[in-house]
């Protein structure tokens, strides 16, 4: 089982910036951040697997970079241009082995963050 801490999340004005981080306690393939508003499904937000491949959410694209640090064992959402529709728990999760690469998909990851809090105010 890997452990995974999250951390970085705060309250932000629309158009500001935050960088999210999940340290994870050992090795893993797929990593990803996701996020759940009250009342909402979880949502699957971007992905990025060993080799820097990554995968985004249509609403997040062009706001959001997901990166990692193989080294440190670091995972990372840059948010930027956030609006208040970003509001949500965030979550890191991970995988160690992967099948079919890593897909946006909460039932996929078995190892999660507790989660942090964004919210964005007008």
């Known amino acids: 089982q890997v452990q995974l801490v999250e951390s970085g999340g705060g309250s932000v004005q629309a158009g500001g910036s935050l960088r999210l981080s999940c340290a994870a306690s050992?090795?893993?393939?797929?990593m990803a951040w996701f996020r759940q508003a009250p009342g909402k499904e979880r949502e699957g937000v971007a992905i990025?697997?060993?080799?820097?491949?990554?995968n985004y959410a249509g609403s997040v694209k062009g706001r959001f970079t997901i990166s990692r640090d193989n080294a440190k064992k670091i995972l990372y959402l840059q948010m930027n241009s956030l609006k208040p529709e970003d509001t949500a728990a965030y979550y890191c999760a991970a995988d160690r082995v992967a099948v079919w690469g890593c897909p946006l998909v909460a039932s996929y990851y078995d190892d999660w963050g507790q989660g942090t809090q964004v919210t964005v105010s007008s």
């Open positions: 050992g090795y893993t393939y797929c």
């Open positions: 990025i697997d060993s080799d820097g491949n990554t």
